[in-house]
């Protein structure tokens, strides 16, 4: 059945698995829950934190540059943000480093 | 306007935004493009990618455990996957140090 044929209400179930499948493949690839928490606002979980309450925050400004915002979490990372924000400019690079960090200190263990 | 109440089209047009916006926000925080490539394939090419050919590509299991299929991009990376797939068994941990490992050769370039 063809999208624009269906009905809305599994219409909408058909989108919401479909976000489902997303945010399951993020969680699983790259180790992450990824919320929209606000208006432009993101939030991250790690997969290996010790809490669930260690999320960092992120907010993506209108022309789509996403900086970090604190949170007692990322407040605890001080030299992965001096290594990977600040020197290298690299979120991604950062929010990696927070990973390979968080999973070797379980691995470890 | 609540979701129920929207016609189909304006619904479909909400939902394609919604999905845009996480897709947004997992480049811009993971430093991915993430697409869905068949049934439960993913495939994720990496911003700081030499080539948009580099993909690595996933299955997804029946029970939710993903799994790296080869690529020949995948076929470079021997000592990550030896680490981080092998010994550590984290999928997570080894797309991180993918991003670390490629991001590293831009920045020092």
Redesign the interface.
Known sequence: MK??Q????R??EA?KE??K??????Y?????K?K?VGQRR?S?SS??ADSPDDVLL?E?SHS?E?SLLETPFSSTLGDLISLHLMR?N????F???V??EL??RQ?IA
Do not use: H
């Open positions: 999208q624009a269906m009905l809305p209400e219409l909408k989108f479909r976000i499948d997303f945010r399951d493949a993020c699983n690839l790259f180790g992450y990824l929209l993101w991250i997969m290996y992120f993506i789509g996403p290298q690299s979120i991604p690079a929010v990696s480093a990973t390979l999973a070797s691995t």
